[in-house]
Nanobody
Framework: QLQLVESGGGLVQPGGSLRLSCAAS????????IGWFRQAPGKGREGVSC????????KYTDSVKGRFTSSRDNAKNTVSLQLNSLKPEDTAVYYC?????????????????WGQGTQVTVSS
């Protein structure tokens, strides 16, 4: 059974950090671009970051540049998103998603398979 599972979300104070993970089972991630997206209550899904299959290339939306870092360990079949200097406006459900091959895009419609999401709440 193919599964993509996010973990690592939680409640954190402003300025704090979290590390999200996206783990695959039933298939290997090494041929896929992995995108990270988020959706806040009442808002549309926003592309946050993507990382190429080899991990060589990354892309970030402007609001998270310098604060979030995407990485991957294909040997462990996982991709991570390090969230630093968190702000209340980062509060959302975070999703990882797959795109076969490499495409430098944060457009949700181009990603074919999604995890179930993990909640990140930034609040004092």
């Amino acid at each position: 059974q193919l599964q993509l599972v996010e973990s690592g979300g939680g409640l954190v104070q402003p300025g704090g950090s979290l590390r999200l993970s996206c783990a695959a089972s039933g298939f290997t991630l090494d041929k896929y671009t992995i995108g990270w997206f988020r959706q806040a209550p009442g808002k549309g899904r926003e592309g946050v970051s993507c990382i190429s299959p080899s991990g060589t290339y990354t892309k970030y939306t402007d609001s998270v540049k310098g604060r979030f870092t995407s990485s991957r360990d294909n040997a462990k079949n996982t991709v991570s998103l390090q969230l630093n200097s968190l702000k209340p406006e980062d509060t959302a459900v975070y999703y990882c998603a797959l795109l076969l091959g490499w495409r430098n895009t944060l457009r949700a419609g181009e990603y074919a398979y999604w995890g179930q999401g993990t909640q990140v709440t930034v609040s004092s």
